[in-house]
């Protein structure tokens, strides 16, 4: 475990999300690292780890999920027979994150500087969830996204650039993610955050609505033929939502969406007074001049 933290740590682009989470989420178990730290793992002991694991690992906590060349009723039938226990567990005692607006710099000797800009998202069971995936697709998922074309390809800015959507039961959390030289980095923040403002004051056109909703199912659909998405699909949803999602009903659901669902959400998340900007890689002096800047 040591070990993956350590490798966490020496990639920048996995650090980077922690540093945002950790930010935005301060004081609140959903923004702790999920491997832990050095110092908390360290000072583990062998019984506290098998007294958490008898809380809260229970045949009625546990959802198993399966997919591909399996039989339902022998599959059933094998998991019966070895989760007989009647424990409870401990309820989960976690509260639900609030989000707060953070802009922190985190000095770190590297090549290149690791941006995240983030803001609130939407929990898993949220009907805007959707329209925060055509969004999400719309600015920064592939080639043809938004963002890809201005900042990288018409700029030439930025080694990468993408969006990530974060959907939690009671939380969700919405970011871009970059990584450019220290140079460019404010350049990089304005064009991204103008983007962003642009979707909130009515940029998205209709047409480019249907063209992302096409894109995305067609995506949804290929990555479908994979068991392991299947079963991952049938865990996350049981899971975090109490139930199964179908295939058909995510279509349906992402083909409903509306240009005034996607233009209430910009106009919530994208608001500059509530987006957050997180930056690994910038020397003090630098860090200085963005942090007036954003």
Not at 259 to 267: C, G, K, Q, R, S
Request: hydrophobic share 35%.
């Amino acid at each position: 475990m040591l070990e993956e933290i350590s490798r966490k740590e020496d990639t920048p682009e996995s650090l980077i999300r922690d540093l945002c989470t950790e930010s935005v989420w301060e004081g609140n178990p959903a923004g702790y690292p999920v491997l832990g730290t050095k110092e908390t793992v360290s000072q583990l002991s062998k019984d506290e780890i098998e007294e958490y694991f008898r809380r809260h690992y229970t045949p009625r906590r546990i959802v198993v999920a399966a997919a591909g060349a399996v039989n339902h009723d022998d599959f059933v039938g094998t998991l019966e027979r070895y989760m007989t226990e009647k424990r409870e567990g401990v309820p989960p005692s976690r509260l639900a994150p609030a989000y707060r607006r953070s802009v922190r710099f985190f000095e770190r000797d590297t090549s290149q500087v690791q941006i995240c800009i983030v803001s609130e998202g939407s929990a898993y069971g949220d009907r805007s969830r959707r329209a925060l995936t055509l969004l999400s697709s719309h600015l920064g998922r592939g080639s043809s996204s938004r963002l890809f074309q201005e900042v990288r390809e018409k700029k030439g800015l930025v080694y990468s650039i993408y969006t990530h959507t974060l959907s939690l039961k009671d939380c969700g959390l919405f970011g871009v993610f970059a990584g450019t030289s220290r140079s460019k980095v404010e350049e990089v923040l304005d064009i991204t955050l103008r983007e962003l403002e642009n979707i909130r004051t009515g940029g998205l056109e209709p047409e480019d609505l249907e063209k992302v909703k096409h894109k995305t199912v067609g995506e949804l659909t290929l990555n479908m033929e994979s068991s392991t998405a299947r079963m991952r699909l049938l865990g996350v949803s049981a899971l975090r939502l109490g139930r199964v999602q179908t295939i058909d009903e995510i279509i349906g659901d992402l083909e409903a969406v509306t240009l005034d669902e996607i233009e209430a959400l910009a106009e919530r998340i994208f608001n500059r007074r509530r987006v957050s900007v997180i930056a690994l890689g910038l020397p003090e002096d630098t860090a200085a001049k963005i942090e007036k800047f954003v």
